[in-house]
């Protein structure tokens, strides 16, 4: 299973660098994504809403199409809970070398809790992490 990161799903809602990298990967079967994955995506819309790169009819569209991209099994959405927490606490400091943002460690985290065997990502720092804990790491960047 492959866990998506915010970062590299946005490319699949937004047509940016890499995006039908993105795409193809997808085609390959579905995708785990946490709740915190849909927080960040929803933020990640509004601000470039509030900065005029997209409308509001635009932000509504893409947050049914994410809707319907979970109910139809394309993604596959986990929770994420104490355990998350406690983990992406320790992997921090398993990680000490890399400067890990916390919501990236809580995401790694939920990734390893899943049992994912790759990690999607557009972000270096988290994919270096993905790296070393032993991800197979598509990069989209």
Request: proline letters at 1%; a negative charge; glycine letters at 4%.
């Amino acid at each position: 299973m492959i866990y998506a990161d915010t970062s590299a799903l946005v490319k699949r809602y937004l047509e940016e660098p890499f995006s039908t990298e993105f795409d193809t990967l997808l085609q390959q079967g579905a995708m785990a994504i946490s709740r915190l994955t849909i927080v960040e995506l929803r933020c990640a819309l509004a601000r470039r809403r509030r900065n005029r790169e997209i409308d509001t009819l635009r932000e509504t569209r893409i947050n049914a199409e994410l809707g319907s991209d979970i109910q139809g099994g394309v993604l596959q959405l986990s929770s994420v809970g104490d355990a998350d927490f406690t983990a992406a606490y320790h992997l921090i400091g398993r990680l000490a070398d890399l400067p890990l943002r916390s919501l990236d460690a809580l995401h790694l985290a939920a990734a390893e809790q899943l049992d994912a065997s790759a990690f999607a990502t557009a972000n270096k720092t988290q994919a270096d992490a993905a790296a070393a804990l032993g991800f197979t790491v598509h990069r989209f960047y």
